[in-house]
């Protein structure tokens, strides 16, 4: 049977109300919760750098793209 867990993360003296990751999961135990979490951090970081490498993509309101905005393209001269 699983339980559902709450994982808040602060570092330090972080007031409760303002945790750096709040995450619910379902797991058997506290430390599979646990490691659930890790996990998802882990490839939160990876996605991370993977933009970086990449480069980073502009991100437009629907406003905006409604109105035609296009990224802007850098120049290849």
């Known amino acids: 049977m699983t339980t559902r867990w709450r994982i808040d993360v ?3 003296d972080a007031p409760p109300q303002a945790p750096l990751r709040s995450v619910v999961v379902e797991a058997q135990t506290e430390v ?3 490691r ?4 998802q951090a882990e490839q939160d970081k990876a996605d991370a750098e993977e ?3 990449d ?6 309101s629907r406003t905006e ?3 035609g905005h296009v990224e802007h393209q850098g120049r290849t001269d």
């Not at 480069?55 to 437009?60: A, D, I, L, R, Y």
Request: no cysteine; glycine share 10%.
């Open 10 to 12: 602060r570092l330090g």
């Open 32 to 34: 599979e919760a646990l």
């Open 36 to 39: 659930l979490v890790l996990a």
């Open 51 to 53: 933009l970086l490498q």
């Open 55 to 60: 480069g980073q993509e502009e991100v437009f």
């Open 65 to 67: 793209v409604r109105e």
